[in-house]
């Protein structure tokens, strides 16, 4: 019986969201692809409150058209043209992007999102949020477009203190420019990040720059 998600389409990346990581990493990862897909069904589970949204879960790899079979799912030996992945679905906290191209494999980039997923279902496990505000960041970045800007002062500093794991005090300029640093470090691409997250880090810093707390 496949691992794979019965719900979750899989399908060839078209345009990749921003520039690809220059540096890519090794990961430390030893889970098989088997272990991740089960992991992210999972993930999936807990992300959704009806069947549709269920259905909506996605998953772009880079292998052609061509290299999938008649089920949607790729050939066990089929190539991917680079390692990013983009796992979207339609979540009861809105529709969530997570594109990954951090580690050599597309394998490990996916296994890297699923562990993600679960770490941040654990921040809602031990009351820290209320309301999935740590899925915030990366609602509504789509694949092939440029990440929307912030509403409000108050997401964009949620955004850089979940990057930083630091709560930023809006009251205090110097800790508000420590913590976007931080961020910055975090989301670049050179330190293991990628552009779509880097981008809406310049996009927060352009929210607190208009509203005066940098």
């Known amino acids: 019986m496949s691992a794979w998600p019965s719900t979750m389409k899989v399908g060839p990346i078209g345009d990749w969201p921003g520039d690809f990581t220059r540096h890519r990493q090794v ?9 991740t897909l089960h992991l992210l069904d999972r ?15 996605e998953l772009l790899v880079a292998i052609p058209a061509g290299a999938f079979r008649i089920d949607g799912r790729p050939y066990a ?3 991917a043209a680079h390692p ?3 796992f979207s679905i339609d979540s009861r906290h809105g529709h969530l992007s997570y594109p990954c191209d951090t580690f050599r494999s597309w394998e490990d980039n996916l296994r890297a999102i699923a562990k993600a997923l679960e770490a941040l279902r ?3 496990r031990y009351g820290v949020t209320k309301r999935g ?15 929307s800007g912030f509403a409000t002062a108050d997401d964009a500093l949620h955004f850089i203190g979940v990057l930083a794991q630091a709560e930023p005090d809006r009251a205090n300029v110097r800790a508000v420019r420590t913590v976007l640093r931080a961020a ?7 330190a293991g990040g990628d552009a779509a997250t880097f981008q ?3 996009l927060a810093e352009a929210k607190l720059r208009e509203e005066g707390l940098l």
């Open 43 to 57: 993930e999936i589970y807990h992300l959704v409150d009806t069947k549709a949204q269920q259905d909506s879960a």
């Open 133 to 147: 505000e740590q899925y915030r960041g990366f609602l509504a970045i789509e694949a092939t477009a440029a990440p």
């Open 77 to 79: 030996n089929a190539k």
């Open 27 to 35: 990961s430390k990862f030893s889970a098989g692809l088997t272990d």
């Open 84 to 86: 990013g992945v983009i």
């Open 184 to 190: 910055q470090r975090s989301a670049h691409p050179d």
């Open 122 to 124: 654990m921040v809602d």
């Open 200 to 202: 809406r880090v310049s």
